[in-house]
């Protein structure tokens, strides 16, 4: 007799996990053997798996990876790329994000830096880190309409807020003085606070930097 209504306060609460774990519960024959700490562990299990999905698929959704699909799972190692599978398992742990540490992704076009930029933000997302891909030429652009609208300060603090920042196709062309004043604040705020990775060329253009 309590089943609708316990239901609707659940949903009510916004713990719709435990709610659907209740229905599953209650359509299952053995489920009258279970005791209620049973019951309430199985519940909070599916709560607490149900809210950590909506964390990660909120967090790919904020990152707006070109390449939302890329995962590690999926890096293809048998492509002679320089890529050591040891190495790239190890990255997947995600300590270098606690340390704040830093990468660059160096290769030649179509070798596939911006996709494997992208599966290691999508795994970074999955530990529960913030994430923002960005492609370093358009950035520039944003910052300067940004300077001149009154949004650079609001812009800037985003950049250097989220936990991992991807620059993509970084230095395809020589920066500016301003390009450059703009990258040394994002990367001077970050320093030792948030982790940063870039992609780039393997040759970059003489006066880039």
């Known amino acids: 007799m309590l089943t609708n209504p316990t239901l609707n306060q659940m949903q009510a609460l916004g713990l719709n996990g435990m709610a659907a774990a209740w229905r599953e519960l209650a359509d299952q024959d053995g489920a009258t053997e279970l005791g209620r700490d049973e019951w309430l562990g199985l519940m909070l299990d599916r709560e607490a798996a149900m809210r950590a999905d909506k964390r990660v698929r909120n967090r790919l959704a904020a990152a707006k990876l070109r390449f939302p699909e890329a995962c590690v799972e999926d890096i293809d190692f048998a492509t002679p790329r320089g890529l050591d599978r040891r190495n790239m398992m190890a990255l997947g742990q995600g300590e270098w994000l606690k340390a704040h540490e830093n990468m660059i992704v160096t290769g030649q076009t179509g070798t596939g830096k911006s996709w494997l930029a992208c599966a290691i933000g999508r795994q970074a997302a999955r530990l529960d880190h913030t994430v923002l891909y960005v492609r370093a030429p358009r950035l520039f652009e944003d910052l300067a309409l940004?300077?001149?609208?009154?949004?650079?300060?609001?812009?800037?603090?985003?950049?250097?807020?989220?936990?991992l920042l991807i620059l993509?196709?970084?230095?395809?062309?020589?920066?500016?003085?301003?390009?450059?004043?703009?990258?040394?604040?994002?990367v001077e705020e970050?320093?030792?606070?948030?982790?940063?990775?870039?992609?780039?060329?393997?040759?970059?253009p003489n006066g880039t930097i």
């Open 190 to 204: 970050r320093y030792r606070r948030k982790s940063t990775l870039i992609t780039a060329q393997t040759q970059w």
């Open 168 to 186: 993509d196709d970084f230095a395809t062309h020589s920066l500016t003085d301003q390009q450059r004043f703009h990258l040394f604040e994002i």
């Open 146 to 163: 940004a300077r001149l609208d009154g949004r650079f300060p609001r812009l800037l603090d985003k950049l250097t807020r989220v936990q």
